[in-house]
């Protein structure tokens, strides 16, 4: 891997995406959606996607790009409420759609990248996250045609050997399979040409995990910095997780889902 990381533009980035591809794609409602590198890659044309995600964007924005162009072939997301195209694919048939909790998510992604294949959580334990049965796909007549599977479960007493407990506490797990994609997609505030990277606040919910999840991690920065101008205590990724980095500059559109406003003088 070489130590400069920098590529020209966001279609140069994603050139090598290819139909079939799974991504890890950064992204936390709207904040810190890669969305030059979704935009390049909706034009560069790669289809039949596999996308993981905490969520899929709204309609006409961030990931709701690729899904209205039809080239989302699977969605695994812990949130899909604020895209009605996303709910009319689903519903119809034309996309499968696999449900996990948020915070689950976000740790089936960074172990992957850590290369931990698996890991037990109480999330999800008693309902339909362990047991299975969430409907994932559809028919075009509503008919549920692929559901979940069950997952393993086992009991620990957590800290045991460690921590004194009495009495000792034992509870239910469920196995959850870290997660590993082809390419991740992020953005990122602030980088340098080795791939150090700084995020922003709700960016960070996602970001890092996503990049790390990634064999191969493509991250758009708003500005682009020589090596040794981040302080190491700021850097948020480190590059050795970072195989591309590309300035889409400051000036970029960055979209709010619900703004809620009052009126000037209005008291709270």
Known sequence: ???????????????????????????????????????????????????????????????????????????????????????????????EVELVPQGTLAEKLRAGGAGIPAFYTRSGVGTQVAEGGLPMRYDAEGNVVKSSAAKPTDTFVLGEGYVSQDPAEEQTYVLEQSIVTDFSLVHAWKGDRHGNLVFRKATRQFGPPAAMAGRVCIAQVEELVEPGEIDPDEVHLPGVFVHRIVEVGTDIEKRIEKRTVRAAGEES
């Open 1 to 95: 891997m070489a130590l400069d990381k920098t590529v020209a533009t966001p279609a140069e980035a994603v050139a090598d995406v290819p139909d079939g591809a799974s991504l890890a794609v950064g992204g936390f409602g709207l904040s810190g959606n890669p969305i030059q590198l979704i935009e390049a890659l909706l034009e560069q044309g790669a289809a039949d996607l596999s996308v993981v995600s905490n969520n899929c964007g709204v309609d006409g924005w961030g990931l709701g790009i690729l899904l209205g162009a039809g080239r989302i072939r699977k969605m695994t997301s812990s949130y899909v409420g604020e895209n009605k195209e996303f709910a009319r694919q689903y519903l119809e048939g034309e996309l």
